[in-house]
């Protein structure tokens, strides 16, 4: 795990300059600072290590090949690299280091883009050719490590963070208003776009080549999918209990691969547990870490413990109070450089910071949701599936007239029925939508935001993913997973997870982006996965001889920090209080999202994200846009 930077330019590269941008990322990789300029300056990558496979300094990167024509700068692990470097080697590959990034270069030499797809793990790198002048950068299929990238007056600049981006003189820091309303309805920026406009991220499972032509380094091929999930289900399968354990076992032991001590997060739920059971079964001696709250409704210790003490773990507790928040406010929105409203990052970053103390790695279930239909919106959709027969469109029609006249706006069975009777897109939408609704969204927005929304809808998201998985083609369950996968996961989990675990120079690692477990979900029914009385069918059903009861089927209650309680308690003034004039009030209506607050402070539904996202934004705005 690494923090990478780098420059093409048509002229040559200051050093100084990408060792400013560089260092932005120290966080990412306390352990060595390194920066490559190729003979005629023109291009420098940069890297900031966190050494966890080879700790030897003759694996720091940036990495040249013997021969000199490759250097690389990487980010992530090769979970498979000891079975790819003996397959290079008996093509007659030769080694230097015991390092996953050498195997890279070398399977990239023989095989170019292909090598792709023999990696089996998470990574970002940008790999420069020194004979053919040009730039390859790669991302990991679900998007586990960031690539962020942008063309400025003629040079090509890259980093895992958008901060080192924006930082690059020239940078211009004008906001995409188009991200901004995906932000206050997805609760985040996803892929292609970030929150300025001028810059971009590198899709998951995508990649592209720079090369200096002409006047200037320009994108040459790209962005291009090199890889999809696949939705195809089989179903002469009858039993999928046992692929799935020996998939899961088989898939949490190859991403322990570590020469650093490793743990595993631990919620007491079903996702993490399973990890930690399929480690411990595999022979390993687990470090557990947990955080829990005061609250009880929101306290999950208790079942983490239980699965500890089932599997004999060394395990470790810790809690997080309403006054949390405040304390490390200002450093998390550095750390998160583009908006985020998935307020869980705070329990994120607590958890992180504790396994910290003891591993440099630590696994998590994150991606089991996703790939095996595990929230309960998933209940819905397979009932919506079972409906469908029923809600024609004219009576779809009536129904939702029906409930809009006879429940108020805020109701959840108004949402619920109009989740029932509207089209797929809207309906997928309306289950990803986890803030303002769209027209909340253009009853309060002003300016440049307000303009946008004349010509734009976050609905354009979903509808272009769909476009890839018609649900009329894969059915309601699959259409869903697969935005999960790339909306949810890419765009949220994963970037939450992220950030939090780097800014304590943590490896988090999640076992169910696997390539084998993504895979093999992407085999299984959407039947065997999700009806109208449960969610995760066949992962728990698989998992009844590893885990008790109380971890396969008690209600799921996420990793959601109790934020609607903080704020009506202790917490209420100080979250909700109003900072006076500031740049959000370009965007937003002051006295309107005054009012949208107030209502969903005091509305009997938990709207804790609402509240969240404009004080987020607002604080965001005042530090990386005044």
């Given at each position: 795990?690494?923090?990478?930077?780098?420059?093409?330019?048509?002229?040559?590269?200051?050093?100084?300059?990408v060792?400013?941008?560089?260092?932005?990322?120290?966080?990412r990789?306390?352990?060595?600072?390194?920066?490559?300029?190729?003979?005629?300056?023109?291009?420098?990558?940069?890297n900031r290590?966190?050494?966890?496979?080879?700790?030897?300094?003759?694996?720091?990167?940036?990495f040249v090949s013997t021969?000199?024509?490759?250097?690389?700068?990487?980010?992530?692990?090769?979970?498979?690299y000891?079975?790819?470097?003996?397959d290079l080697?008996?093509?007659?590959?030769?080694?230097?280091?015991?390092?996953?990034?050498?195997?890279?270069?070398?399977?990239?030499?023989?095989?170019?883009?292909?090598?792709?797809?023999?990696l089996?793990?998470?990574?970002?790198?940008?790999?420069?050719?020194?004979?053919?002048?040009?730039?390859?950068?790669?991302?990991?299929r679900?998007?586990?490590?960031p690539?962020?990238?942008?063309e400025?007056?003629?040079?090509?600049l890259?980093?895992?963070?958008l901060?080192?981006?924006?930082?690059?003189?020239?940078?211009?820091r004008?906001?995409?208003?188009?991200?901004?309303a995906?932000?206050?309805?997805?609760?985040?920026?996803?892929d292609?776009?970030?929150?300025?406009?001028g810059?971009?991220?590198?899709?998951?499972?995508?990649?592209?080549?720079v090369?200096l032509?002409?006047?200037g380094?320009?994108?040459?091929?790209?962005?291009s999918?090199?890889w999809?999930?696949?939705?195809?289900?089989?179903r002469?399968?009858?039993?999928?209990?046992?692929?799935?354990?020996?998939?899961?076992?088989t898939?949490?032991?190859?991403?322990?691969?570590?020469d650093?001590?490793v743990?595993?997060f631990?919620?007491?739920?079903?996702?993490?547990?399973?990890?930690?059971?399929?480690?411990?079964?595999?022979?390993?001696r687990?470090r557990?870490?947990?955080?829990?709250?005061?609250?009880?409704?929101?306290?999950?210790?208790?079942?983490?413990?239980?699965?500890?003490?089932?599997?004999?773990?060394d395990?470790?507790?810790?809690?997080?109070?309403?006054?949390?928040?405040?304390k490390?406010?200002d450093?998390?929105?550095?750390?998160?450089?583009?908006p985020?409203n998935d307020?869980?990052?705070?329990p994120?970053?607590?958890?992180?910071?504790?396994?910290r103390?003891e591993?440099?790695?630590?696994l998590s279930?994150?991606?089991?949701?996703?790939?095996?239909?595990g929230y309960?919106?998933?209940q819905?959709?397979?009932l919506?599936?079972?409906?469908d027969w029923?809600?024609r469109?004219?009576?779809a029609?009536?129904?939702?007239?029906?409930?809009?006249a006879?429940?108020?706006?805020?109701?959840?069975?108004?949402?619920?029925s109009?989740?029932?009777?509207?089209?797929?897109?809207?309906?997928?939408?309306?289950?990803?939508?986890?803030?303002?609704?769209?027209?909340?969204l253009?009853?309060?927005?002003?300016?440049?935001?307000?303009?946008?929304?004349?010509d734009?809808?976050?609905l354009?998201?979903?509808?272009g993913h769909?476009?890839?998985?018609?649900?009329?083609?894969?059915?309601?369950?699959n259409a869903?997973r697969?935005?999960?996968?790339?909306l949810?996961?890419?765009?949220?989990?994963?970037?939450?997870?992220d950030?939090?675990?780097?800014?304590?120079?943590l490896?988090?690692?999640?076992?169910?982006v696997?390539r084998?477990?993504l895979?093999?979900?992407g085999?299984i029914?959407?039947?065997?996965?999700?009806s109208?009385r449960?969610?995760?069918?066949?992962?728990k059903?698989?998992?009844?001889?590893?885990?008790?009861?109380?971890a396969?089927?008690?209600?799921?209650?996420g990793?959601?920090?109790?934020?609607?309680?903080?704020?009506g308690?202790?917490?209420?003034?100080?979250?909700?209080?109003?900072?006076?004039k500031?740049?959000?009030?370009?965007?937003?209506?002051?006295?309107?999202?005054?009012?949208?607050?107030?209502?969903a402070?005091?509305?009997?539904?938990?709207?804790s994200?609402?509240?969240?996202?404009?004080?987020?934004?607002?604080?965001w705005?005042?530090k990386?846009?005044?």
């Amino acid at each position: 795990m690494c923090g990478i930077a780098g420059v093409v330019a048509p002229s040559p590269v200051e050093a100084s300059a990408v060792e400013k941008i560089r260092d932005l990322l120290a966080h990412r990789g306390p352990d060595h600072a390194g920066l490559w300029r190729s003979p005629d300056g023109r291009a420098c990558l940069a890297n900031r290590r966190l050494a966890i496979i080879d700790l030897s300094p003759e694996a720091d990167q940036p990495f040249v090949s013997t021969d000199g024509r490759y250097a690389i700068t990487f980010n992530g692990e090769i979970y498979n690299y000891r079975r790819v470097r003996a397959d290079l080697e008996a093509l007659g590959a030769a080694f230097r280091t015991s390092s996953d990034t050498e195997v890279i270069v070398e399977a990239y030499r023989r095989f170019g883009a292909e090598s792709l797809d023999r990696l089996t793990g998470m990574f970002a790198f940008a790999l420069w050719d020194e004979e053919k002048k040009r730039l390859f950068c790669a991302r990991d299929r679900a998007g586990e490590k960031p690539f962020y990238y942008a063309e400025i007056g003629g040079a090509f600049l890259f980093a895992s963070e958008l901060k080192a981006i924006a930082a690059w003189e020239g940078f211009p820091r004008r906001l995409d208003m188009t991200a901004v309303a995906d932000f206050f309805t997805l609760g985040f920026v996803p892929d292609p776009k970030t929150i300025w406009q001028g810059s971009r991220k590198l899709p998951p499972g995508h990649w592209l080549e720079v090369a200096l032509e002409g006047g200037g380094a320009r994108i040459a091929r790209g962005p291009s999918a090199w890889w999809d999930w696949r939705l195809a289900p089989d179903r002469g399968v009858v039993d999928w209990k046992p692929e799935i354990l020996h998939t899961l076992e088989t898939a949490a032991l190859e991403t322990s691969v570590a020469d650093v001590p490793v743990g595993a997060f631990l919620s007491g739920g079903v996702d993490s547990s399973s990890v930690v059971a399929a480690l411990s079964r595999g022979g390993l001696r687990v470090r557990s870490f947990t955080v829990g709250f005061a609250e009880e409704s929101h306290d999950e210790r208790p079942f983490a413990r239980a699965v500890a003490e089932l599997y004999a773990t060394d395990h470790r507790e810790s809690v997080v109070r309403a006054d949390d928040i405040e304390k490390i406010w200002d450093q998390l929105l550095w750390n998160y450089d583009e908006p985020t409203n998935d307020y869980s990052f705070l329990p994120t970053y607590y958890v992180c910071r504790e396994a910290r103390r003891e591993v440099k790695v630590a696994l998590s279930g994150d991606g089991g949701d996703e790939a095996f239909a595990g929230y309960r919106k998933y209940q819905r959709i397979a009932l919506r599936s079972g409906l469908d027969w029923a809600l024609r469109p004219p009576i779809a029609r009536a129904v939702r007239a029906a409930a809009d006249a006879a429940l108020p706006g805020g109701s959840p069975w108004r949402r619920t029925s109009s989740q029932y009777t509207a089209r797929a897109p809207e309906m997928l939408f309306d289950m990803l939508n986890v803030g303002l609704a769209l027209d909340e969204l253009a009853s309060v927005a002003r300016g440049p935001l307000a303009s946008a929304l004349h010509d734009y809808s976050p609905l354009e998201v979903v509808r272009g993913h769909l476009s890839k998985a018609p649900p009329e083609e894969v059915g309601l369950v699959n259409a869903m997973r697969y935005l999960d996968l790339k909306l949810t996961l890419a765009g949220d989990i994963l970037v939450k997870v992220d950030r939090a675990s780097m800014a304590v120079s943590l490896e988090a690692r999640p076992v169910y982006v696997h390539r084998d477990l993504l895979e093999l979900a992407g085999r299984i029914p959407p039947e065997c996965l999700a009806s109208r009385r449960d969610a995760k069918i066949a992962l728990k059903s698989a998992l009844s001889s590893w885990l008790p009861e109380t971890a396969r089927n008690r209600r799921k209650m996420g990793f959601a920090l109790p934020l609607k309680s903080w704020i009506g308690k202790t917490g209420r003034a100080a979250f909700l209080a109003d900072p006076g004039k500031g740049p959000l009030d370009e965007l937003v209506e002051p006295a309107a999202r005054r009012a949208l607050e107030q209502e969903a402070a005091g509305a009997a539904t938990d709207r804790s994200a609402v509240l969240h996202s404009f004080r987020f934004l607002g604080d965001w705005l005042r530090k990386w846009a005044a």
